[in-house]
Nanobody, 118 residues
Framework: QVQVVESGGGLVQAGGSLRLSCAASGSIFSINDMGWYRQAPGKLRELVARITGGSTTNYADSVKGRFTISRDNAKNTVYLQMNNLKPEDTAVYYC????????????WGQGTQVTVSS
């Protein structure tokens, strides 16, 4: 099957930066879109940023101009560069991958905690 593993979370002060990485591995025929979602305590999971196979990107309004998503197709990896972090960015960040194995399916990572202190 497909394994999705995130890394790069941690504790940072407001105004600081972090870079998240997410690698997909397994019996993958192709990867379509990849994205980052986040879930803060007591809130629903929300889209942060997404990148298609053709590298078209879209972002949540709250992170535009501060976060940048990119991917390395050779490594089946997606990155999220987060700059000028704010306390409201504190959440568990999840990687979502749409991959084709036998058919197309969505796979999630286990999540990585990002905490921004004021």
């Amino acid at each position: 099957q497909v394994q999705v593993v995130e890394s790069g979370g941690g504790l940072v002060q407001a105004g600081g930066s972090l870079r998240l990485s997410c690698a997909a591995s397994g019996s993958i025929f192709s990867i379509n879109d990849m994205g980052w979602y986040r879930q803060a305590p007591g809130k629903l999971r929300e889209l942060v940023a997404r990148i298609t196979g053709g590298s078209t990107t879209n972002y949540a309004d709250s992170v535009k101009g501060r976060f940048t998503i990119s991917r390395d197709n050779a490594k089946n990896t997606v990155y999220l560069q987060m700059n000028n972090l704010k306390p409201e960015d504190t959440a568990v960040y999840y990687c979502r991958v749409r991959a084709t194995v036998v058919g197309s399916a969505i796979y999630w990572g286990q999540g990585t905690q990002v905490t921004v202190s004021s």
